[in-house]
């Protein structure tokens, strides 16, 4: 089977985005947003022992109501500083949110075809989403990309998920996502 498509979902990033800006201009955000986020795709398929979506629900509602908030672990701290990094800069923000609302991957089908012997999956699927210290997370057919792992080159030529430019990673880990398919 080969790959026919890649969707890119920025649901995740998208009610974020909603979440920085209503938080900047000093608005409640209701609990139960925050409970749809806790129960958004790309973060579920993130969660595991360390972050969950109580670690979500915490770091949210600590930022809400402007309280400081540590965690349990390393995990729910980075992913709490995180989200409050996303406030303190918002035209970085923005510039991130840009990037990858402009992003298409239609050009990687062909190549991430040539590698396979028999794929498992006709349909592949790139998310964005917030989350800790993993640059990237595979679930069957869908790669997480961490979104505060985007950066956006300093002389403004370039994206780059850590040290790679991102189509780089991005055709990177979509292969690995297809050969661990192949196990």
Do not use: C
């Not at 360390?50 to 400081?68: C, D, K, M, P, Y």
């Not at 995990?75 to 035209?91: A, I, Q």
């Not at 069957?140 to 780059?160: C, H, Q």
């Amino acid at each position: 089977m080969m790959v026919e498509s890649i969707s890119v979902n920025l649901d995740v990033v998208e009610a974020l985005l909603f979440f920085w800006q209503s938080i900047k201009d000093r608005k409640k955000v209701s609990e139960r947003f925050i409970y749809d986020v806790m129960a958004m795709q790309g973060l579920k398929d993130a969660y595991d022992d360390e972050f969950n979506q109580e670690s979500v629900r915490g770091a949210l509602s600590a930022i809400t109501n402007r309280e400081v908030y540590s965690g349990r672990n390393r995990k729910e701290g980075r992913f709490y500083s995180n989200n409050l990094w996303m406030l303190e800069d918002p035209n970085y923000t923005d510039r991130m949110v840009q990037l990858v609302k402009k992003l298409n991957l239609h050009s990687l089908v062909d190549k991430i075809n040539a590698t396979q012997t028999s794929g498992h999956f006709r349909e592949l699927e790139v998310i964005f989403s917030p989350l800790h210290f993993e640059e990237y997370i595979i679930k069957n057919n869908k790669l997480i990309i961490n979104f505060f792992a985007v950066r956006p080159s300093d002389t403004g030529e370039g994206v780059y998920i850590g040290e790679k430019e991102w189509l780089s990673f991005i055709e990177e880990k979509l292969i690995e996502l297809i050969h661990k398919s192949d196990v």
